[in-house]
């Protein structure tokens, strides 16, 4: 596995007080990349189980890590952006199998009122951004998958170009419109502050934005491309201020689990079941998230016999 553990210190997100409705509850930590479908899958699940209440908890996916393995809170569902998450951080400690279920693509998102919007291609994006009168925004590398899958971005496309530099001339610029996580910058593009952002796809298409798309040698969408994302890394922080990590490039696939001492863990995985299901599915690719199908594991003899139907019992080398 190419991911090391990164741990960051940064705000928790805490569901806005809730109270006691007296049905079941089913708390769900998930990254913000997740938000949209996550909310129509509940809300569809909640109308066909009127005794169950879904809490969503939406974060960067190492802050609902740390939720459960510093904080301890209470939870019964973790989905994470990036599977190393849940399978260095959560597993076996708290939960003993995840499941991959989908994957995203980069993408460099903008408006109509974008600075030079009418001339920039998948081919010429990178001398957009290098102009001095235009701004762009990226995610925090420190704090979000997206952050540092960006700066990876960058790298593979400076092989990719042959453009000696490019990235590093490309992360200096625009400091001061970097931000905790991709969804933040959303409202810097639709606020007109920024011209473009690097976010993903699926962001991209929940919101209405018109997008660059990216090569697949560079856009962290195709497994098959995984060798050559694994050539460039990125450093981070750590849990400690002069600690750093190597983070190396791989596609983009995410993960869930249900919690070992889920205190509603039929049900959760009951939920599970729904997410996986053709018709779950579609909450994904109507939002512009495409599924891994079959979905895969790495722990196939530890998969609840409920979620089995939906799985490739081949481990991902």
Not at 5 to 25: P, R, V
Not at 59 to 78: F, H, N, Q, W, Y
Not at 124 to 149: E, F, M
Not at 186 to 204: G, H, M, Q, T
Request: net charge negative.
């Amino acid at each position: 596995m190419r991911h090391l553990i990164l741990f960051i210190a940064t705000g928790i997100i805490i569901i806005s007080g809730c109270k006691n409705t007296g049905k079941m509850e089913i708390i769900i930590f998930h990254a913000g990349s997740l938000s949209v479908p996550f909310k129509e899958l509940a809300d569809e699940y909640e109308r066909r189980n009127p005794n169950v209440k879904i809490l969503r908890e939406p974060a960067g996916s190492l802050v609902c890590a740390r939720k459960i393995t510093e904080l301890k809170k209470p939870c019964d569902i973790i989905a994470s952006a990036d599977y190393f998450v849940i399978d260095e951080l959560i597993i076996p400690e708290y939960s003993s199998w995840s499941i991959r279920f989908a994957t995203n693509e980069m993408v460099l998102a903008f408006s109509d009122k974008s600075r030079k919007s009418g001339e920039i291609t998948s081919d010429n994006w990178y001398k957009i951004l290098a102009s001095d009168d235009v701004i762009y925004a990226r995610s925090d590398p420190n704090a979000d998958p997206c952050g540092y899958r960006t700066v990876i971005l960058l790298k593979l496309a400076e092989k990719l170009y042959g453009n000696s530099g490019l990235a590093d001339r490309l992360v200096v610029k625009d400091r001061n419109f970097v931000r905790p996580k991709e969804v933040d910058l959303v409202a810097l593009l639709e606020s007109n502050a920024v011209d473009y952002i690097f976010n993903y796809k699926s962001v991209a298409v929940q919101h209405g934005l018109k997008f660059v798309e990216f090569p697949p040698e560079i856009n962290l969408s195709d497994p098959g491309y995984n060798d050559h994302y694994g050539t460039v890394s990125v450093e981070v922080t750590a849990d400690q201020a002069d600690s750093k990590i190597e983070i190396f490039g791989e596609y983009i696939n995410y993960s869930l689990t249900v919690l070992d001492n889920s205190p509603n863990r039929e049900k959760a995985i009951d939920f599970v079941a729904f997410l996986l299901s053709d018709e779950g599915i579609d909450f994904f690719r109507r939002n512009g998230q495409d599924p891994i199908i079959p979905f895969t594991t790495d722990q196939p003899e530890l998969i609840p016999q409920k979620l089995m139907q939906y799985l490739k019992t081949e481990r991902i080398e």
